[in-house]
């Protein structure tokens, strides 16, 4: 029976490579939430810029082009925050992926040599397989002339 002497620390290599897939994969829901709630602000952002826009061209009174003009310029710095909090998400992201990375090529190197030592094991069983098999035929061999020459040999042919 194989047994890989590292395969307890092949299997916390493992559950590490999980855990960082499942941190991975929380950072990217994260990243894609940042990148929504972004968007839908520079939409409405958009969409108070062009009111301002029309406004402008119909009867808007001096005060309502200044509350327009604020709300688009609270807007936009709403849309930055946002845009920050999408880089910083984006950068969380590439670090939990350079980890996912290290974490997987860490388990790959172990999950190798469990492959290469179980390939020696096989090798090795092959071998005393043959081993054993030789034996048998040997003594076979050695004793098919003994019991040719015993007497009572030719009485049971």
């Known amino acids: 029976m194989f047994k890989f002497r590292l395969q307890r620390v092949l299997e916390l290599r493992l559950r590490k490579e999980q855990s960082e897939a499942q941190r991975l994969a929380d950072a990217q829901r994260e990243e894609d939430s940042a990148r929504a709630a972004c968007e839908a602000l520079a939409r409405q952002r958009d969409a108070g ?13 001096a005060g309502q082009l200044q509350n327009l003009r604020f709300v688009v310029d609270q807007m936009s710095a709403h849309v930055e925050r946002a845009q ?3 880089d910083v998400a984006h950068e969380a992201v590439e670090l939990r992926r350079a980890d996912f990375t290290a974490a997987f090529r860490d388990r790959r190197v172990l999950d190798r040599l469990r492959e290469r030592h ?8 092959v071998q005393l397989d043959r081993q054993l098999m030789d034996g048998i035929a040997l003594s076979r061999f050695v004793r098919a002339p003994e019991q040719e020459t015993e007497p009572g040999a030719e009485e049971k042919a």
Do not use: F, H, P
Not at 49 to 61: E, I, L, V, Y
Not at 118 to 125: S, T
């Open 49 to 61: 810029a062009r009111s301002a826009a029309d406004a402008q061209t119909g009867r808007a009174t």
């Open 84 to 86: 920050q909090a999408q």
């Open 118 to 125: 179980l390939e020696d094991w096989r090798v090795e069983e």
